[in-house]
Antibody, heavy 120, light 110 residues
Framework: QVQLVQSGAEVKKPGASVKVSCKAS????????ISWVRQAPGQGLEWMGW????????NYAQKLQGRVTMTTDTSTSTAYMELRSLRSDDTAVYYC?????????????WGRGTLVTVSS | QSVLTQPPSASGTPGQRVTISCSGS????????VYWYQQLPGTAPKLLIY???QRPSGVPDRFSGSKSGTSASLAISGLRSEDEADYYC???????????FGGGTKLTVL
């Protein structure tokens, strides 16, 4: 079954870091990349960045440059997104999505999402 | 504030045809493909239309996409109650070197 399975919900304090995982199955992991998209409560979708599972190349949204790091582990077909220096407005559901090229905005498979709550 | 502009809401009765617009600029819709995503309540988004007007397998032909210049539209014909969802357009933006999403349109089936 082709799917992306994400890690569970997290609660973090302001200033902390969070690392969300996304395990792929049912397809050749290194033939695609992974984009991360977040959605604040009651808000729209925001693209955070993309990583190639083939060679690790990344493209981060300008807004998050310096605070976000995306990595992959090809041995376990898992992608990771780490966000540092968390603020209250980082509270959101974080989705991973399969994105072959990192261009276009073509997300053909999505994980169920991981809720990250930032609160003191 | 989204650079791709969608109406915040749309509505229709069962069986009707509704359209949702998405307005952008020359750096995004005007020069790149448009994608549409459907987000049912409490679920992850799902790809509905790719490359302006292509449907992934499994998406009913009641859903269609079009693009003209710097604008795009999603049309839903034969509206059903299960179409009640949020709909987002997306396109690559050459200036930002990343994809942009519209603000989303909440479709209500009356």
């Amino acid at each position: 079954q082709v799917q992306l399975v994400q890690s569970g919900a997290e609660v973090k304090k302001p200033g902390a870091s969070v690392k969300v995982s996304c395990k792929a199955s049912g397809y050749t992991f290194t033939s695609y990349g992974i984009s991360w998209v977040r959605q604040a409560p009651g808000q729209g979708l925001e693209w955070m960045g993309w990583i190639s599972a083939y060679n690790g190349n990344t493209n981060y949204a300008q807004k998050l440059q310096g605070r976000v790091t995306m990595t992959t582990d090809t041995s376990t077909s898992t992608a990771y997104m780490e966000l540092r220096s968390l603020r209250s407005d980082d509270t959101a559901v974080y989705y991973c999505a399969r994105d072959e090229t990192g261009f276009y905005g073509y997300f053909d498979l999505w994980g169920r999402g991981t809720l990250v709550t930032v609160s003191s | 504030q989204s650079v791709l502009t969608q109406p915040p809401s749309a509505s229709g009765t069962p069986g009707q045809r509704v359209t949702i617009s998405c307005s952008g600029s020359s750096s995004n819709i005007g020069s790149n493909y448009v994608y549409w995503y459907q987000q049912l309540p409490g679920t992850a988004p799902k790809l509905l239309i790719y490359r302006n007007n292509q449907r992934p397998s499994g998406v009913p032909d009641r859903f269609s996409g079009s693009k003209s210049g710097t604008s795009a539209s999603l049309a839903i014909s034969g509206l059903r109650s299960e179409d009640e969802a949020d709909y987002y357009c997306a396109a690559w933006d050459d200036s930002l070197s990343g994809p942009l999403f519209g603000g989303g349109t909440k479709l209500t089936v009356l």
